[in-house]
């Protein structure tokens, strides 16, 4: 049962436009959610991150929007660079101690 | 280099055999969790070691069994082998209990040939 889904396994976006990766969940008691960025042959690298307390997350040209309500939330690189081209994993937790990932979304930014 | 060290990096090995992937803790680290990465599947918990003791279970087959040593490092135990346990292994390690933001190591691929 994939309680953290991305559905779309690849984005391709042109350089200096803007990047959305989407990820929805399932479980309503999660209460923080992170995104991962994976490299090939490296291990997956914290990002940023949100509480559920918030709706919005800003850290440079990374921005993470939360919607409960729609147990939505969404990342948003802007300008999008070449070297953002990896792939991206949502997570979220609850107040147990291990993380639900979903299955990762494939950037290319084309310069 | 994130300071989790994973090795082997690659491992190819028969069904029906047994190998063990270790791990490294960044330095301070108290929690150790593994994770399994099957080909188009996202990062499925298996379980977590925190100062040597299990912490918490996931989707961890009964073939499959870990511990956490004195000297923090971390060992995953994979027995009978079967062809759909190729996959990637990471490990992961965090000071406390929380995971806000833990890192990573580089993984460990194995193949089951």
């Known amino acids: 049962d994939q309680q953290v889904k991305q559905n779309s396994p690849s984005l391709s976006v042109q350089e200096g436009r803007i990047s959305i990766l989407n990820c929805d969940y399932t479980?309503?008691?999660?209460?923080?959610f992170l995104w991962y960025k994976k490299y090939p042959a490296e291990g997956p690298t914290f990002l940023i991150s949100i509480s559920s307390i918030k709706d919005k997350n800003e850290d440079g040209r990374f921005t993470v929007f939360l919607n409960k309500s729609a147990k939505h939330l969404s990342l948003h690189i802007v300008p999008s660079q070449p070297g953002d081209s990896a792939v991206y994993f949502c997570a979220a937790l609850t107040g147990a101690n291990n993380l639900f990932f979903g299955t990762g979304t494939r950037l290319t930014v084309i310069p | 280099d994130s300071g989790v060290t994973q090795t082997p990096k690659h491992l190819i090995t028969a069904t029906g055999q047994r190998v063990t992937l270790r791990c490294s803790p960044r330095s301070g680290d108290l929690s150790v969790y593994w994770y399994q990465q099957s080909l188009d599947q996202g990062l499925q918990f298996l379980i977590q070691?925190?100062?040597?003791?299990?912490?918490a279970k996931g989707n961890i087959l009964e073939r499959f069994s870990a511990q956490q040593f004195p000297d923090l490092h971390s060992e995953l135990n994979l027995s009978s082998l079967e062809l759909g346990d190729s996959a990637l292994y990471f490990c992961?390690?965090?000071?406390?209990?929380?995971?806000?933001?833990?890192?990573f190591g580089s993984g460990t691929r194995l193949t089951v040939v």
């Open positions: 479980n309503s008691m999660f209460d923080y």
């Open positions: 070691y925190y100062n040597g003791e299990e912490r």
């Open positions: 992961a390690s965090s000071v406390g209990t929380a995971n806000y933001g833990y890192t």
